[in-house]
């Protein structure tokens, strides 16, 4: 049953984002790196949008499928985002895998379902970023402590996976530093001084990975610790609450009827089992980073935490089958207990979905455009090749549209992709001059609308009644 709903889940993640269009940062990335060549990603580093090894994958991928410009991607986003749904797919097997190995084969199935009603994993899953990579790679570095914890030793493969998933996650995202050393502390405390020898050659596999990472950023390290995003600043602050507190919220996203299920899973559990020091094992790599962040100051936008997805999807799974192991002699309680859990998650995530969207409307009512782990404002209201396909038809190819308070890399470039003229905001009152007909796009449409208002001899109305973004506004003269 959890897998036939996990394929439905799969299957509406991809039916929602499989196709979003390309928005600013994405635009960015493949501008400025992806599309300016192999030396373009591995050698600059002047803003922290270059995912490298993510871009490495991504420069590949439209080699290999024939894509030449950026603008067969902005009119079909799909062919490149089949890549980080590639990588999604492998991340959805090695959950079910280090599920299946910790517990059981249902423990697996659950923590499946957990991770693809977690909105944030479906928000970030499909992004032409480097959380894609990041979310399996961090599968990887779990697969390698768990294999070492269970063993008591390193071998070979336990290695491999620490020193290679290190190195993947270090030379993706940099900040990924903190979720990799979390892992060693935890490693290291599980195993004690009794395993001095195993902790050594797990530091040496993991040090080598993160120095093979360095090595490689050396021509441009300078770049990378000089960003804003990882400058240091006032230690315990309460922003830094702020962001596990917000960080959890949006992993739960309503599912706050699981919470018991963790208390007695943990409880159900001995000190020393193996289960016990697999479930603290993935708790310090989900809390070390944020004290870290409590103790260095540095406060990291939200979507760093992404990485952490998979980590929250097997804790939830394996003390929710923790938890029912122990009732599995009271008759049908086990089997109840699994397929109402299973309704908490698939409900909260078709009410979280509706959710998401009743806020981004209501938000960009307000003049707010949204942008953190469930709500994007680039997302599920955003449509500019919707919105500038309609001004063409409507306009017609020769209008003209001025652009107001817009990003920089996403509407700009769709406008040009298009063949449409656009116009700087201060125009607008030579053009009200001129013309009697004035087209705008601007990123607070109802904000502007009551702007103009005033305006005498003046009518303004949107192109269309549906709330999303870009959203164009039409001024005529009376």
């Known amino acids: 049953m959890f897998l036939s709903v996990s394929l439905l889940l799969f299957a509406d993640m991809v039916w929602t984002h499989g196709n979003d269009a390309l928005w600013n940062d994405e635009i960015y990335t493949l501008r400025n790196f992806v599309f300016k060549g192999l030396p373009g990603v591995l050698w600059d580093y002047h803003v922290p949008n270059n995912h490298i090894l993510s871009n490495v994958f991504h420069w590949l991928w439209i080699h290999l499928t024939g894509v030449t410009d950026l603008g067969q991607l902005l009119d079909e986003a799909w062919r490149i985002r089949i890549w980080p749904g590639l990588l999604a797919i492998a991340t959805i097997y090695m959950v079910y ?3 299946r190995r910790a517990i059981h084969s249902l423990g697996g199935a659950i923590a499946v379902v957990v991770l693809l009603t977690t909105l944030a994993f479906g928000n970030f899953a499909l992004q032409v970023r480097g959380y894609s990579l990041s979310m399996l790679l961090i599968t990887g570095l779990v697969y390698g402590s768990f294999r070492v914890l269970s063993a008591r030793a390193t071998d070979r493969v336990s290695i491999a996976a620490l020193a290679l998933s290190v190195f993947g996650l270090l ?3 940099p900040s990924n530093l903190y979720v990799i050393a979390a892992a060693g502390i935890m490693l290291a405390v599980l195993l004690g001084k009794s395993n001095k020898k195993t902790v050594l050659i797990a530091f040496a596999a993991m040090g080598g990975g993160a120095l093979a990472a360095v090595a490689l950023y050396l021509p441009m390290l300078d770049q990378v610790t000089g960003n804003e995003y990882i400058a240091a600043g006032r230690s315990f602050r309460k922003e830094h ?3 596990l507190k917000t960080t959890l919220e949006h992993f739960l996203n309503w599912r706050f009827l699981l919470l018991p299920l963790l208390v007695f899973g943990w409880r159900s559990t001995r000190k020393g089992d193996l289960l016990r020091q697999q479930l603290a094992l993935l708790a310090g790599i989900f809390l070390v980073p944020f004290a870290f962040s409590l103790v260095r100051g540095d406060t990291p936008p939200l979507r760093t935490y ?12 394996l003390t929710w089958s923790a938890a029912v192991r122990r009732w599995e002699s009271r008759g049908n309680w086990a089997g109840w207990v699994h397929i109402g859990g299973l309704l908490v998650c698939v409900v909260s995530y078709w009410y979280g979905k509706q959710e998401i969207v009743s806020h981004l409307e209501t938000t960009m009512s307000t003049f707010r455009y949204d942008q953190d782990l ?3 404002y ?3 209201r955003y449509a500019p090749n919707e919105e500038f396909d309609l001004f063409k038809q409507r306009a ?3 209008a003209t549209l001025i652009l107001q308070r ?5 509407l700009p470039v769709y406008l040009a992709h298009k063949g449409i003229a656009f116009l700087p905001a201060d125009s607008i009152e030579v053009m009200m001059n001129k013309e009697k007909t004035l087209y705008f796009s601007t990123r607070f449409p109802q904000d502007f609308i009551k702007k103009m208002e005033n305006m005498p001899g003046w009518k303004f109305d949107f192109l269309q009644p549906e709330p999303r973004y870009p959203r164009i506004v039409i001024g005529r003269r009376e």
């Open 97 to 99: 895998d280090l599920g």
């Open 171 to 173: 030379y993706t995202i």
């Open 241 to 243: 609450l702020d962001l």
């Open 306 to 317: 992404t990485v952490l997805i998979p980590v929250f999807a097997l804790f939830i799974a």
């Open 374 to 376: 469930n709500y994007n």
């Open 378 to 380: 680039y997302q599920y």
């Open 396 to 398: 017609g190819a020769q």
């Open 406 to 410: 817009s990003e920089d890399h996403d």
